[in-house]
């Protein structure tokens, strides 16, 4: 089984996408989260699709290699309109996941409205609230040339604040009755 630092671990966070992926790298120390860098991947120059892919596979395998990530967090693709829009986030998604297998690293996914909850408080923020409050939380000033490279470093902060392992239980459930079932000493009666 893949496993985690837990005292000190680097985090790499993933926005995929097939003309712009932004990344995050944050670094926590117990209950503090740094910034370690932050940025995007272009691609939009190349007409290729399996180029692209190629491209993103490539540069999360360098980032790997550069900064010893203990982990990889991703966000996952959402239902759109589009369905080749959607699959080709997939196809993203996938290859750099595929990047993160071939060195061993656990895949933590998170869904955007997850990952907006997780930074403001609201799932429905925009790009722009988002990156606004990881300036406040990280204490930086820059503001990146695409909002994607703050959107990867927010799956990253969104992990950190999970302060899941992969031995902790983030079991799933399909509704209150699973939950509850399993979680009969939790509920007030």
Partial sequence: MLKEKS???IILGIDPG????????????????????????????????????????EKTVLLIDQYQPDCLSIEAPFYGKNIQVMLKLGRAQGVAMAAALSRNL???????????QSITGNGNSSKEQV???????????????????TDGLAVAVCHSFQK?????????????????????KRIKK
């Avoid at 656990?106 to 907006?116: D, L, M, N, T, V």
Wanted: charged share 25%; hydrophobic share 40%; aromatic share 10%.
């Fill in 7 to 9: 005292k000190e671990r």
């Fill in 18 to 57: 097939t003309s712009v992926m932004g990344y995050g790298i944050v670094k926590e120390v117990k209950n503090t989260v740094d910034l370690v860098c932050m940025g995007v991947v272009k691609m939009n120059h190349l007409d290729d699709h399996p180029l692209k892919l190629k491209q993103i596979f």
């Fill in 106 to 116: 656990p895949i933590f996914e998170y869904s955007p409205r997850k990952i907006k």
């Fill in 131 to 149: 990156a606004a409050m990881l300036k406040t939380l990280l204490k930086f000033t820059e503001t990146p040339e695409f909002l994607d490279a």
């Fill in 164 to 184: 899941i392992t992969s031995a902790g239980n983030n079991k799933s459930y399909t509704g209150w009755d699973a939950f509850a079932k399993d979680n009969v």
